[in-house]
């Protein structure tokens, strides 16, 4: 059909009317999208797959899927709900509802029902859901998961950042949270706390919480406490924000990290009981988008909601392998000289590379997303730079993701040793090749930029904090 013969409900399209087409290609775009770009972890991992089909070597260091794979039990209970073809109830399966909130009463000690419970279809979705349907600020502390401010940008919210220092291990401080609310006190807000923290690795102790619990209450903000990263803190001593502020927090996680199941795309809001208002109108929205996730998926997640005896051993055995790794990566990189404190949950690290700042810009590389570039060109390592997670460009940190392993393997092995043996480097390099490798490729190519200056001057850290 010519533009000329274009028509809408029978009648001629105004004569100004420029249909969609070569002559017009973003110019009718929402305002909120013109101009944005897909995700930075999943262009990194679409840009390994092209140097990869060139023949390039490639240490998939940026994606952050779990290398382990789903539990047998879990993928059994898949494959005996494969036939299950039904719509289930927008706000999920009663029996999974169920499950999830049995699994926080469990793990927080938090009082959460079946009617608190909202499933989705990965909690990245559930995320996006909350901020459409909740009018307020989103605060977020950098640096910060790449898709939080994405979001609020596309639903036209206000995004406001609270900068952290890698002299606090990049964590929000409770000071600078109260001296933001306190500069508008009756301001909707919702805070983001994501820990086990993705990009850093690190977490919050017992007594941060409780301070940031109380600033939060302070000022009746809702906190969104992303704890996807929870059941894999190295030591296996997460503790949620719910337990010190669980009349404002929700609960976010599901199976994609834990579980090793990020395809399956399925996530879960846990939210205190006055709060259900917002789980219902994100309930309405489901239900005119996404309508309900995908039943199969459901089934098979109460098994691993439940938990039982094949999860504990999964998730310790997962633990020993993350925590030896983590190590062993932050070692390889401090002596190449790099400033970097040990991971204590996920599979992340984010290393700063500013004692390096004076060979790299005499090679021109000023900013993150130069040195991520320069860094895979010359070692095949691929990284995603500060600056995607909230960081200064001109400050030269990354994220490096340490999960370029067979997972299984890893697993079956850690098995096989006894829960008393220690992973030394010999079984990380006999387990986890790809990386160990790739740090050392990253070492040797700091080593050949030359001298550095091991302690920056107070300026230049002032500079790039």
Known sequence: ?????????????????????????????????????????????????????????????????????????????????????????????????????????????????????????????????????????????????????????????????????????????????????????????????NYPNNPTGHTYSDRELQQLGEVARRYRVIVLSDEIYGEIHHQGAHVSIARYYPEGTIISTGLSKWCGAGGWRLGTFTCPRHLGWLLEAMAVVASETYTSTSAPIQFAAVTAFEGGPFIGPYLRDSRRVLAALGRHCAAVLRGAGLQLPEPVGGFYIFPDFRPFREPLRARGVRTSSALCRSLLQDTGVATIPGESFGRPPEELTLRMAYVDFDGGAALDAVAALGEETALHDAFLRTRCPRVTEAMDRVANWLRALGDIDERPDEQEMKEVS
């Open 1 to 193: 059909m010519s533009h000329d013969t274009f028509r809408t409900g029978g009648a001629p399209l105004p004569a100004t009317f420029d249909p969609p087409g070569p002559s017009s290609p973003s110019v009718h775009l929402n305002l909120n999208v013109r101009g944005a770009a897909p995700s930075a972890t999943l262009q990194v991992n679409e840009m390994c797959d092209t140097l990869e089909r060139e023949g390039r070597e490639v240490f998939r260091l940026g994606l952050g899927q779990s290398p382990f794979p789903v539990p047998e039990p879990v993928v059994q209970a898949l494959r005996d709900n494969a036939g299950r073809k039904e719509y289930l109830p927008v706000r999920g399966l009663e029996a999974l509802r169920e499950a999830v909130a049995a699994y926080h009463r469990r793990r927080t000690g938090t009082a959460r029902l079946a009617e608190n419970v909202l499933i989705g279809p990965g909690s990245k979705e559930l995320m996006f859901l909350l901020q459409m349907v909740y009018y307020g600020d989103l605060v977020i502390p950098t640096p910060s998961w790449v898709s939080y401010a994405p979001q609020a940008r596309i639903i036209g919210r206000h995004v406001r950042w609270i900068d952290t220092a890698s002299a606090n291990d990049w964590k929000l401080q409770p000071d600078d949270l109260e001296k933001l609310c306190a500069s508008d006190p009756g301001r909707p807000r919702i805070v983001v706390l």
